[in-house]
């Protein structure tokens, strides 16, 4: 079975490539379009739910793609569903990973207009995060995946710099009362992250490159749980320090950065939160990039995946500035539409094929690379 | 005026992918390659030149914004 590239990764890093997929934009959005809901048990929905949600993704991906060990997902969905069906699925997926991609790179130029820049065009932000995945991209997934290994850990420097500096303003007592309105705004809090949390389903793509294709489901489910774990502290900080002011801030934590002020002397940090956080969205945006060139080349039984990172890289960059007017739109697009997009990409197709293939009784060679 | 830089970028990336492709007699590589990059040129000159094409968004709200109401109208 070809795989187009030869680059191989371990489950560690694995992991982190799982953590990075999701966690540099669900950081920056999910305090407010959860708070906004949830009210005070933000946290409930954003956090406990989420991962809950996660699991369930992790176990339906690994599962479907250990059925089928070392084979892409077009190659098994043809398998599974037969040749030009199977090529339908690979089409969907190039259009959804391609669409994901331009609004993750949108999400990131908005965040830094509206944050830092306000008088340079988002072209500007768009172009150069495309043209960086893009690189990186053509350089394979074993050096996406080191390359992220170094990035998660600056990621996490900044998050843990921003938390424990903003403590002191914290006030716990804007947690309560728990349970506000009862267990339906929990719900209804929960379906927008819940877009976020699913992202994990990359799993089934990604896991060919994998070492050991048994060790994709308990790296899944360990970064599902540090994901979790990150955005609770992520929400119950946001919480502690505005109240249910949160939904009102389009970025809460990037506000949360701009209050940290030690002694008079430790000020302003939040453009070094910035430089850390520009280098995580960019491995956010590579990894995604990977992925849909991979189904691209296997949709259309290329030799070489090289040819259609540019083609994809116009495609993206194009769409990142026509689909959405502004940032309103933008955030409104997740509640309108994205809720049942994201759960019919992640969650329904993949099971779907796995249902499929366990009734018609179809798996790969158990000989496993 | 954007056109012409949109033009010059365009003949970077040909310039830049299909020599090889030919030289090495790729030509699936090459259909996908053009296919995609004839997209890529339609979408972003009508987006230059502030024609009115289809948006993949708008799509997908056609078609997801129902179900999604009714999911979540059960919760509010």
């Given at each position: ?23 540099p934009t669900?950081v920056l959005f ?68 391609v669409l994901t991609v331009a609004i993750v790179v949108r999400e990131f130029g908005e965040f830094l207009v509206s944050s830092f820049m306000q008088q340079t065009p988002i072209f500007v932000f768009n172009f150069l995060l495309i043209a960086l995945a893009a690189s990186a991209v ?13 990035v998660?850990?600056?990621m ?94 389009v970025f809460?934590v990037h ?15 939040e453009a070094f939160i910035l430089a850390l956080w520009v280098a995580g969205i960019t491995m956010k945006v590579s990894?995604w990039y ?23 890289g116009v495609i993206c960059l194009t769409w990142s500035i026509t689909i959405f007017d502004n940032i309103?739109q933008l955030v ?38 | 005026?954007y056109?012409?830089g949109l033009?010059?970028a ?34 972003s000159?009508?987006a230059v ?28």
């Amino acid at each position: 079975m070809k795989l187009i590239e030869e680059g191989k990764i371990s489950g560690s890093q694995f992991m982190w490539l799982l953590v990075t997929i999701v966690l540099p934009t669900a950081v920056l959005f999910i305090p407010a379009l959860t708070i906004k809901y949830s009210g005070t048990s933000a946290w409930i929905s954003g956090g406990v739910f989420t991962t809950i949600w996660a699991f369930i993704i992790v176990w339906v991906a690994s599962t479907l793609g250990e059925r089928f060990p070392g084979m892409t997902l077009v190659d098994y969905s043809s398998l599974i569903l037969g040749k030009f069906p199977g090529k339908l699925v690979g089409a969907f997926y190039i259009f959804v990973l391609v669409l994901t991609v331009a609004i993750v790179v949108r999400e990131f130029g908005e965040f830094l207009v509206s944050s830092f820049m306000q008088q340079t065009p988002i072209f500007v932000f768009n172009f150069l995060l495309i043209a960086l995945a893009a690189s990186a991209v053509r350089n394979g997934i074993e050096v996406i995946a080191r390359m992220n290994h170094f990035v998660v850990s600056l990621m996490f420097f900044a998050l843990i710099f921003i938390f424990t500096l903003v403590f002191s303003e914290a006030d716990f007592k804007n947690l309560y009362p728990i349970f506000e309105g009862g267990i339906l705004p929990i719900f209804r809090g929960f379906f927008t992250p819940m877009g976020w949390a699913g992202e994990l389903f990359l799993i089934f793509i990604l896991m060919p490159y994998l070492n050991n294709y048994r060790e994709a489901k308990y790296a899944g489910y360990k970064a599902a749980l540090m994901l979790g774990v990150i955005m609770s502290i992520d929400i119950v900080i946001a919480l502690a320090v505005f109240g249910q002011q949160a939904a009102d801030y389009v970025f809460p934590v990037h506000t949360l950065a701009t209050y940290i002020s030690i002694a008079g002397f430790l000020e302003r940090v939040e453009a070094f939160i910035l430089a850390l956080w520009v280098a995580g969205i960019t491995m956010k945006v590579s990894i995604w990039y990977y992925c849909a060139v991979i189904v691209a080349a296997r949709t259309f039984n290329l030799q070489d995946y090289k040819p259609v990172v540019l083609p994809l890289g116009v495609i993206c960059l194009t769409w990142s500035i026509t689909i959405f007017d502004n940032i309103t739109q933008l955030v409104e697009h997740f509640d309108i539409a994205w809720i049942g997009f994201s759960l019919t990409f992640e969650f329904i197709v993949p099971a779907l094929l796995l249902l499929i293939a366990v009734l018609r009784k179809k798996r790969g060679a158990e000989k496993g690379r | 005026m954007y056109i012409i830089g949109l033009v010059i970028a365009f003949c970077g990336i040909i310039l830049f992918e299909a020599p090889k492709l030919i030289k090495e007699k790729m030509w699936g590589e090459l259909m996908a390659f053009s296919g995609l990059l004839l997209f890529g040129m339609v979408i972003s000159s009508a987006a230059v030149l502030n024609i009115d094409v289809p948006n993949p968004t708008a799509l997908i709200e056609m078609i997801f914004a129902p179900p999604t109401k009714l999911l979540t109208s059960f919760f509010e």
